[in-house]
């Protein structure tokens, strides 16, 4: 079974510039999340879709971010314009409804670093 | 109260001996704890997790413990060795909340 997928796995960009990542859960997941990753700190949680619908945005800066996931399978995070803050990992993570818990599988993210 | 607080920080431990992590929690909400490890360059995976029906899991070398009266849990890896470094995350969630809040992550360095 293959993973969540992630690209591009580095990313270095000038402050100002746009940025967007993107992400393929794994097959038949339909919660995805996409979490930021400061250096030494644990995931952070920034917007969780069920399906298309985003229904948890309540952590995504949302004059600079935004998300979609608009057939409910691939998802792509962007920033714009970046700031010398936004540097971090941003990891997807992906899960499957029927699981109680929902089990939450990682992605390898991607590492944005804004100069 | 949404915080889950993770100690040490970085951990030095000698091949074969016992590598412990701590986690506590204020939210008595939660009632699943999940235990990440994650390797440079790789995201979080799933290595253990425990409901607060039990008071200890084991899966081969690594075991939860779990106090609920105390509102804390740890990470015990038993005979620990090289390829177990790497940094681990404890994390904490309500049912139906799908929502992992994770500790700061330690840092755990075996020697051989």
């Known amino acids: 079974e293959a993973g969540v997928v992630q690209s591009p796995r580095y990313k270095i960009i000038e402050k100002k510039q746009p940025v967007a990542f993107w992400c393929n859960p794994i097959?038949?997941?339909?919660?995805l999340y996409w979490y930021r990753q400061n250096l030494g700190q644990g995931p952070e949680l920034l917007i969780r879709y069920e399906n298309e619908e985003a229904v948890d945005d309540s952590q995504l800066p949302k004059d600079r971010f935004s998300a979609e996931r608009l057939k409910g399978v691939d998802s792509t995070l962007k920033i714009q314009p970046a700031e010398l803050g936004d540097s971090a990992v941003y990891l997807c993570?992906?899960?499957?409804?029927?699981?109680?818990?929902?089990?939450?599988?990682f992605g390898p993210g991607t590492r944005l670093t804004v100069l | 109260q949404q915080q889950v607080k993770q100690s040490p920080q970085s951990l030095i431990v000698q091949k074969g001996g016992i590598s412990i992590i701590n986690c506590a929690y204020e939210?008595?909400?939660?009632?699943?704890f999940p235990w990440y490890q994650q390797f440079p360059g790789k995201g979080p995976a799933l290595l253990i997790a425990i409901r607060p029906d039990v008071s200890e899991k084991k899966e081969g070398r690594f075991t939860i413990s779990f106090n609920k009266s105390a509102k804390q849990f740890s990470l015990h890896i038993m005979d620990s060795q090289p390829g177990d470094s790497a940094t681990y995350f404890c994390a904490a969630s309500a049912l139906g909340t799908y929502k992992y809040i994770f500790g700061t992550g330690t840092r755990l360095k075996v020697l051989a």
């Open positions: 097959s038949g997941h339909n919660t």
């Open positions: 993570a992906s899960s499957f409804d029927g699981d109680s818990y929902n089990e939450q599988f």
């Open positions: 939210n008595t909400a939660f009632d699943y």
